[in-house]
């Protein structure tokens, strides 16, 4: 059964601190991982999209990396805006589009 | 350019009762989705639509839950009769195609809604 699994649960963090979120996947062929942030009351927003293991994905603070298990995101010297639920999902090879979510991470950033 | 659009934003209502939601997807996207997503839980997908017609609705719970997208733009969500398991925010994604290029998804603000 595809499956994605995220950890730790919850995150808390002192700004400046960094730290590395993870994202295991069991799927088959996967077509692409991709990496959403979700705030408070609002839908996820996309962040990245990596297909093959090796490959890297930046954006201000944030570093996604892929490997044939896992994928992480790496968080370097975070502030408090960046307090949010972090959410891994996958695309097995089976499906055109479905993607398949793991529970989020809850990083909290304290000043 | 506008983003996807739901409505309402939150609705409570009695168990056995009927609900619906409503969702505009961004203009020119030809996929839709609806996900549910219980609180501490990431979105599981209900149902995708490819213009109007149905892609995946094999998590969908077909003896209460249904869905349409006429004429492939906007679409609407029920739920009759609601349990108080179906507590939960319903989401409504869109992205350009369905394939593994521009398939990146577009989500609405999500309609919470609350079983009692």
């Given at each position: 059964?595809?499956?994605?699994?995220?950890?730790?649960?919850?995150?808390?963090?002192?700004?400046?601190?960094?730290?590395?979120?993870?994202?295991?996947?069991?799927?088959?062929?996967?077509?692409?991982?991709?990496?959403y942030r979700q705030d408070p009351g609002k839908g996820p927003e996309f962040?990245?999209?990596?297909?093959?293991?090796?490959?890297?994905?930046?954006?201000?603070?944030?570093?996604?990396?892929?490997?044939?298990?896992?994928?992480?995101?790496?968080?370097?010297?975070?502030?408090?805006?960046?307090?949010a639920t972090?959410l891994?999902?996958?695309?097995?090879?089976?499906?055109?589009?479905?993607?398949?979510?793991?529970?989020?991470?809850?990083?909290?950033?304290?000043? | 350019e506008a983003g996807v659009a739901q409505s309402p934003r939150y609705k409570?209502?009695?168990?056995?009762?009927?609900v619906a939601f409503w969702c505009n997807p961004i203009?020119?996207h030809?996929?839709l989705y609806w996900y549910q997503q219980i609180l501490?839980?990431g979105p599981?997908?209900?149902?995708?639509?490819?213009?109007?017609?149905?892609?995946?609705?094999?998590?969908?719970?077909?003896?209460?839950?249904?869905?349409?997208?006429?004429?492939?733009?906007d679409s609407t969500l029920?739920?009759?009769?609601?349990?108080?398991?179906?507590?939960a925010v319903y989401l409504c994604a869109s992205s350009?195609?369905?394939?593994?290029?521009?398939?990146?998804q577009f989500f609405g603000p999500g309609t919470r809604l609350t079983?009692?």
């Amino acid at each position: 059964e595809d499956q994605v699994t995220q950890s730790p649960e919850a995150l808390r963090l002192q700004e400046g601190e960094s730290s590395s979120l993870n994202c295991s996947y069991t799927v088959s062929g996967l077509r692409g991982l991709f990496w959403y942030r979700q705030d408070p009351g609002k839908g996820p927003e996309f962040l990245f999209t990596l297909y093959s293991a090796g490959e890297e994905k930046e954006k201000e603070r944030l570093k996604a990396t892929l490997t044939k298990k896992e994928s992480f995101l790496h968080i370097t010297a975070p502030k408090p805006e960046d307090s949010a639920t972090y959410l891994c999902a996958a695309r097995p090879g089976s499906s055109a589009s479905k993607i398949i979510f793991g529970s989020g991470t809850r990083l909290s950033i304290r000043p | 350019e506008a983003g996807v659009a739901q409505s309402p934003r939150y609705k409570i209502i009695e168990k056995r009762q009927s609900v619906a939601f409503w969702c505009n997807p961004i203009s020119g996207h030809a996929t839709l989705y609806w996900y549910q997503q219980i609180l501490g839980q990431g979105p599981k997908l209900l149902i995708q639509f490819q213009n109007n017609g149905v892609v995946d609705d094999s998590q969908l719970p077909k003896d209460r839950f249904s869905a349409e997208r006429l004429k492939g733009v906007d679409s609407t969500l029920k739920i009759q009769p609601a349990k108080l398991e179906d507590s939960a925010v319903y989401l409504c994604a869109s992205s350009k195609t369905g394939t593994d290029v521009d398939n990146e998804q577009f989500f609405g603000p999500g309609t919470r809604l609350t079983v009692l």
